[in-house]
T-cell receptor
């Protein structure tokens, strides 16, 4: 596709369930980022991928959060045993190489609601 | 990353220029200034970025002071569709390319 694609656009789950969020970056982009945005808050960095490796996982809030990327393309963010405080919009972004002189292209996000 | 300081909110009349200030007094010589905006319920949208020189593109102009401690984003003719949260971000080349977002400025363009 032409832009960063995220699925699902909306996800409602029950507390304690596991969820998987998917991100399809722009074709050819080696750098991929996950962010989350709680209601009324700014964007919080979660994890950065360069290819299939994650050199920066510093933003993952707990060990319930994990992410992987395969084939240097699609990435999945997994949240285990979801809690109500995990409710947020999860945003994915990509850039060609992760250079500081490149802009990030964001997807429209996945709205996660934990009941 | 250098911290940025932006006003919480601003108003602008439709058709007038919107000037959004940003302070980044601890910026280092190799750090870029980036501006993004986020319209309600959408992902952030890139606007412009610069290092030392002023920059202009089809969306906006970026004016960086000579000492690089502050900058101003200028939307030359604001429209109602420019109503959004505007984020000023200082980006370090040693920081894996990630952007650290602050709280931004909520710009309300009024008819």
């Amino acid at each position: 596709g032409a832009g960063v694609s995220q699925s699902p656009s909306n996800k409602v789950t029950e507390k304690g369930k596991d969820v998987e969020l998917r991100c399809d970056p722009i074709s050819g982009h080696t750098a991929l980022y996950w962010y989350r945005q709680s209601l009324g808050q700014g964007l919080e960095f979660l994890i950065y991928f360069q290819g299939n490796s994650a050199p920066d996982k510093s933003g993952l809030p707990s060990d319930r959060f994990s992410a992987e990327r395969t084939g240097g393309s699609v990435s999945t963010l997994t949240i285990q045993r979801t809690q109500q405080e995990d409710s947020a919009v999860y945003l994915c972004a990509s850039s060609p190489r992760g250079s500081p002189n490149e802009k990030l292209f964001f997807g429209s996000g996945t709205q996660l609601s934990v009941l | 990353d250098a911290k940025t300081t932006q006003p919480t909110s601003m108003d602008c009349a439709e058709g007038r220029a919107a000037n959004l200030p940003c302070n980044h007094s601890t910026i280092s010589g190799n750090e870029y200034v980036y501006w993004y905006r986020q319209i309600h319920s959408q992902g952030p949208q890139y606007i412009i970025h610069g290092l030392k020189n002023n920059e202009t593109n089809e969306m906006a102009s970026l004016i960086i002071t000579e000492d690089r401690k502050s900058s101003t984003l200028i939307l030359p003719h604001a429209t109602l569709r420019d109503t959004a949260v505007y984020y000023c971000i200082v980006r370090s080349p040693s920081n894996t390319g990630k952007l650290i977002f602050g709280q931004g400025t909520t710009l309300q363009v009024k008819p």
